[in-house]
């Protein structure tokens, strides 16, 4: 297919599966590993700590962002990293039953972290490159439901079926999950096959990040910081899934953990099923609304709204370890309050940093950046949960108290958050250099 047949591609064709295509391996990274680890044996704290870890790609990948495109189209990049993830995680697969089994899965799962940001990158490029600005808003619904439905494919649907081939066929744990990963890498593959054929070419990069080498690298830098209000925008970006990040992390390893424990004593099947089921419509509900707030109300008008749709829902796991009610219905009626707020209010974040810290000539590269920020936040919440999980007292209720602390500041920040860009009127898509 030539470049402008590609070019003129509707974003039905690969908005969604592209999405889903980062959605899926940065959950299996940051969540489903937890999990993996959990049925093998692992100790709480070592897996808070080392799968937080695998969050230092998303981290440090405003290290290299800059360097992508001038030497390979977005197009190029997404295909290569999709492929590659296909052969990391299939790796992990076949390195299971392995005697060393933690730390070479763990090596695997870094490679599929790397390849994930650096697909993340020019992906988002690619959508920037291709939408207006109000249709960003327009479309930012579906592009973050997309993202999460492969983050509920991971943590859903792979979950339940590790929980079915263990109970209903008596499989061990590790032959459980040997099947899982490898589905995951099948369907990385075929994400890559699908984009050979749909995937838009993008845009051709700016003369500015063409010029590349270190002085285009110093530059991309230097503009991203001397952007007005920049200090308060990233504390906005920083703190906005602040208390989330504690969540994402012990949340199912307290669904999963006995009651004598301080869990509510859920198996893989159940979890699995609250989180690919209503959870997932619950997600994709909030996620269109809150692009639609956002699209209609301007994102100025509507942050604080939505950074209060995301904050609010986490009373719900402070109620669970409480109360800890034994009824599955209630317990998944719960969790998917907070997955709605989660889905309604990420569609802020997310569009804050495309409109807010992104616009310029370095487009991509300051959006990477913006998620590197993100990423901070998470791997940040994450090694510090195990940590302070154990200087709580291993107490649930008391780890839960202080998820509600700390999703206070988001709020005041979001509050407060400054908007140096608007976008009401503008209909042409941003500058950008990919």
């Not at 930012?140 to 991971?154: D, S």
């Not at 099948?186 to 080498?213: E, I, K």
Request: hydrophobic share 55%.
């Amino acid at each position: 297919m030539n470049r402008s047949a590609r070019a003129a591609r509707h974003p039905l064709c690969w908005v969604p599966s592209l999405y889903l295509a980062m959605g899926l391996p940065n959950v299996m990274v940051g969540a489903v590993a937890a999990i993996l680890y959990k049925n093998l044996g692992i100790a709480n704290e070592d897996i808070a700590l080392y799968t937080s870890q695998m969050y230092l790609p998303w981290v440090l990948k405003p290290l290299w962002a800059p360097l992508l495109e001038p030497l390979r189209g977005q197009r190029w990049w997404i295909l290569r990293m999709q492929f590659l993830m296909m052969a990391s995680l299939g790796a992990v697969a076949f390195c299971l039953p392995l005697e060393g089994f933690f730390q070479a899965s763990l090596a695997f799962f870094w490679i599929t972290g790397f390849a994930s940001a650096t697909q993340d990158i020019v992906a988002d490029g690619l959508f920037m490159a291709t939408m207006a600005p109000r249709d960003q808003a327009r479309y930012a619904g579906l592009q973050g439901m997309c993202w999460n439905l492969g983050a509920v494919l991971a943590s859903g649907l792979l979950v339940s079926a590790t929980g079915l081939l263990h109970t209903r066929f008596a499989l061990p744990w590790v032959q459980c999950w040997m099947l899982v990963m490898a589905a995951a890498a099948l369907l990385m593959g075929g994400f890559g096959l699908w984009h050979l054929r749909m995937l838009p070419t993008g845009a051709p990069a700016s003369p500015a990040a063409q010029a590349g080498g270190l002085q285009g690298l110093r530059e991309t830098w230097v503009s991203f910081f001397s952007k007005p209000q920049m200090a308060m925008m990233l504390a906005v970006v920083f703190f906005y899934r602040f208390g989330e990040g504690f969540i994402e992390k012990f949340g199912p390893l307290f669904l999963l953990d006995p009651r004598s424990a301080g869990g509510l004593g859920l198996d893989n099947a159940t979890l699995g099923h609250i989180n690919g089921t209503v959870g997932t419509l619950a997600f994709i509900a909030g996620a269109l609304l809150g692009g639609l707030v956002a699209a209609r109300l301007t994102l100025p008008r509507a942050f604080l709204l939505l950074a209060l749709t995301l904050n609010l829902p986490h009373v719900t796991y402070f109620w669970l370890s409480q109360a800890m009610p034994e009824s599955p219905w209630m317990i998944a009626a719960l969790v998917t309050v907070e997955k709605f707020g989660f889905g309604m209010g990420s569609v802020g974040h997310m569009l804050y940093m495309m409109q807010q810290l992104a616009p310029g000539p370095f487009c991509t590269a300051h959006y990477a950046m913006a998620t590197g920020v993100m990423a901070l936040t998470k791997w940040s919440t994450g090694s510090l949960s195990g940590w302070v999980w154990t200087a709580l007292g291993q107490d649930y209720r008391r780890f839960f108290l202080l998820v509600l602390l700390c999703s206070v500041p988001p709020v005041l920040l979001a509050w407060r958050a400054p908007f140096p860009h608007r976008h009401d009127r503008q209909e042409q898509p941003p500058q950008t250099e990919g």
